[in-house]
């Protein structure tokens, strides 16, 4: 997740004298990053959360830059879940319920959640709360019916995700069905998803032909039956809890309000086989004003 803002880095730098402390000395270093949720696993599709800063590498527009920070402490997330209530959810729905349930009890108590659920059209259904209590009593409570505004439901929660108070920010998409009934186009999806500083996730209960859509946020599309829908959803709070986060500052200093890509490459330590990297493909630079 790409996102300009302004770092304040303090450190002390400490004199010692024997076991006495004879000075202190703060340390303030401004500078503006563009930061990017990086996930990475191995070749077995585990999360490998034990990599340094030298391991990585960032090009923006094919371009090296320098890293200048690298984390990996865990972090609170502003998440939001968008729920299918569709006619083709039908038996799936109650599955779909106890591993939407599953996924919120996974997080920590300075998450903040909301929830979007979607059919002929997409509602907001309960907005941002750390009581998630009041969402496990308002998923899916109404029967499946209607047709499938997937792109709509997107659409909302994403704009609804602006709205979050934690930097980290993602979507957890419940689906089963190809969109037949958005106002927005595929299009017009892609486009707010690039504009947007969100990871999507997707679990796929049948032919929602979305993954694209995911990994372009450096999110994920799982294919998932209702047999392993819970376990879907614990794999998914723990990579948001697995991420690094990367940053830098661009070389580019044009204002010019285009699209850069990005990638990110790890090298992987000595001993360790081929890693698999994602994030984000990039970002849009900020604009000078007119």
């Known amino acids: 997740m790409a996102t300009r803002r302004t770092f304040f880095v303090l450190a002390a730098v400490f004199i010692a004298a024997g076991a006495v402390f004879a000075a202190q000395k703060s340390l303030k270093v401004d500078i503006d990053l563009v930061l990017f949720n990086v996930t990475v696993m191995d070749s077995a599709n585990r999360l490998v959360t034990d990599l340094k800063a030298e391991d990585f590498q960032l090009f923006e527009d094919k371009i090296e830059q320098k890293i200048r920070y690298v984390s990996n402490e865990v972090a609170p997330v502003s998440i939001g ?51 998630i209590s009041r969402l496990r009593d308002r998923i899916a409570f109404k029967p ?120 990110v490459r790890v090298n992987p330590p000595a001993g360790m086989g081929k890693l698999n990297v994602r994030t984000r493909d990039g970002y849009y630079a900020s604009r000078s004003a007119q």
């Open 81 to 131: 879940i968008v729920f299918d209530i569709s006619q083709s959810m039908g038996r799936k729905l109650e599955f779909a319920r106890q591993a939407a349930t599953k996924f919120l009890e996974t997080g920590t108590p300075d998450d903040e959640y909301f929830l979007v659920e979607f059919s002929n059209r997409a509602k907001l259904s309960q907005g941002f709360t750390n009581d």
């Open 144 to 263: 499946a019916s209607g047709s499938t505004a997937l792109y709509d439901g997107v659409y909302l929660g994403l704009s609804q995700l602006k709205e979050g108070q934690n930097p980290r920010k993602a979507l957890l998409l419940i689906t089963d069905g190809e969109d037949n009934h958005s106002r927005y186009s595929r299009g017009d999806i892609r486009e707010f998803i690039r504009e947007a500083d969100a990871q999507i996730y997707v679990i796929d209960l049948g032919h929602a032909l979305v993954s694209d859509l995911a990994e372009m946020t450096g999110g994920h599309s799982y294919r998932a039956s209702v047999e392993d829908l819970e376990d879907t959803c614990e794999k998914i709070a723990l990579e948001l809890k697995s991420q690094y986060v990367v940053g830098y500052e661009s070389s580019n200093t044009s204002n010019d309000g285009k699209f850069r890509k990005v990638r």
